[in-house]
């Protein structure tokens, strides 16, 4: 069974930097999609980040308008994880951050930023700034 498990996430000042972490078990992230959401109180799950490295091909990233220059996603393969560097936070960015994975298929072009394109969510981390 897959299993995804976010981490990292804690209370932080405006200004701060912060590193989450994603990792799976059952499932191997190098080769496959993967994004980072996150969601506000009573608000739809946005996405922030996503990264594609099929075997052989270049790893492909996209990033969502809102958080470019400030929110990078990369890989460590060796540790089947996946991390979300967050810098320079704002309160603003105040939310629980999910990790999703398990493609549920479709053009990763065109797919990448959608929620449903992803089986597999972790529990989330949450993530706090302040003042």
């Known amino acids: 069974q897959i299993k995804i498990v976010e981490s990292g996430g804690g209370s932080v000042q405006a200004g701060g930097s912060l590193r989450l972490s994603c990792t799976a078990t059952?499932?191997?992230?190098?080769?496959?999609?993967v994004a980072w959401f996150r969601q506000f109180p009573g608000k739809a799950r946005e996405v922030v980040a996503a990264f594609y490295a099929p075997a052989g091909t270049e790893l492909s990233r996209l990033c969502a308008d809102s958080v470019k220059g400030r929110f990078s996603i990369s890989p460590d393969n060796d540790k089947n994880t996946v991390f979300l560097e967050i810098n320079s936070l704002k309160i603003e960015d105040t939310a629980t951050y999910y990790c999703?994975?398990?493609?549920?298929?479709?053009?990763?072009?065109?797919?990448?930023?959608?929620?449903?394109?992803?089986?597999?969510w972790g529990q989330g981390t949450q993530v706090t700034v302040s003042s």
């Open positions: 059952a499932y191997t992230l190098r080769y496959n999609p």
């Open positions: 999703a994975a398990g493609w549920a298929g479709g053009d990763w072009r065109y797919r990448a930023l959608v929620p449903e394109a992803y089986k597999n």
